[in-house]
T-cell receptor, first 116, second 113 residues
Framework: NAGVTQTPKFRVLKTGQSMTLLCAQD?????MYWYRQDPGMGLRLIHY???????AKGEVPDGYNVSRLKKQNFLLGLESAAPSQTSVYFC???????????????FGPGTRLTVL | GENVEQHPSTLSVQEGDSAVIKCTYS??????FPWYKQELGKRPQLIID?????GEKKDQRIAVTLNKTAKHFSLHITETQPEDSAVYFC????????????FGAGTRLAVHP
């Protein structure tokens, strides 16, 4: 049981290049999330998905696109990378929530992205 | 918009002392408050959480208290050990469901032997 995995672990891009980050989970979780982590700012939600074929915007969605073609995978794309997107990106997944019942988010190991 | 403020940003204690981290949230509809621990270079991991119908929860050396009236919650670590050194994040649920969370900026805890 690998839990939540992310590829790649590290990446360096030049301004204007594109790339896709892959998140995979083997826990059969309905919900998946992409966060970015910057020093002194905690974790900020970029996009999330509540099921296969669905995506929604989070707190900081600009400059990113996502897709959830399969339940176990959630892709984060940068079409034209900017230095402001230098960050550590974390994927997370969880069981669905029902009413006021919240469930734990499980995080992947992160991807460190540098945009020059 | 929703906001979670976390204090202090850094905390240094001697081994065996207690550590307290405090968070304040803005959304009165928040009803789930997890705490995550992140060791250097690792992923955040849930250490304890509390729901709005409970005022306090304890798990061995860690405890969390919640004051819904004042909209603040705190993490208490007793008998700190060097392996408690990490960054701790508080979070609050965002209204609208889907387990969405808003995180505090984090507290870097250093426990000195």
């Amino acid at each position: 049981n690998a839990g939540v995995t992310q590829t790649p672990k590290f990446r360096v891009l030049k301004t204007g290049q594109s790339m896709t980050l892959l998140c995979a989970q083997d826990m059969n979780h309905e919900y998946m999330y992409w966060y970015r982590q910057d020093p002194g700012m905690g974790l900020r939600l970029i996009h999330y998905s509540v099921g296969e074929g669905t995506t929604a915007k989070g707190e900081v969605p600009d400059g990113y696109n996502v897709s959830r073609l399969k339940k176990q995978n959630f892709l984060l794309g940068l079409e034209s990378a900017a230095p402001s997107q230098t960050s550590v990106y974390f994927c997370a997944s969880s069981l669905p929530s029902f009413g006021r019942r919240y469930n734990e988010q499980f995080f992947g190991p992160g991807t460190r992205l540098t945009v020059l | 918009g929703e906001n979670v403020e976390q204090h202090p940003s850094t905390l240094s204690v001697q081994e065996g002392d207690s550590a307290v981290i405090k968070c304040t949230y803005s959304d009165s509809a928040s009803n789930y408050f997890p705490w995550y621990k992140q060791e250097l270079g690792k992923r955040p991991q849930l250490i304890i959480d509390i729901r709005s119908n409970v005022g306090e929860k304890k798990d061995q050396r860690i405890a969390v208290t919640l004051n819904k009236t004042a909209k603040h919650f705190s993490l208490h670590i007793t008998e700190t050990q060097p392996e408690d050194s990490a960054v701790y994040f508080c979070a609050a649920s965002i209204s609208g469901g889907y387990n969405k969370l808003i995180f505090g900026a984090g507290t870097r805890l250093a426990v000195h032997p």
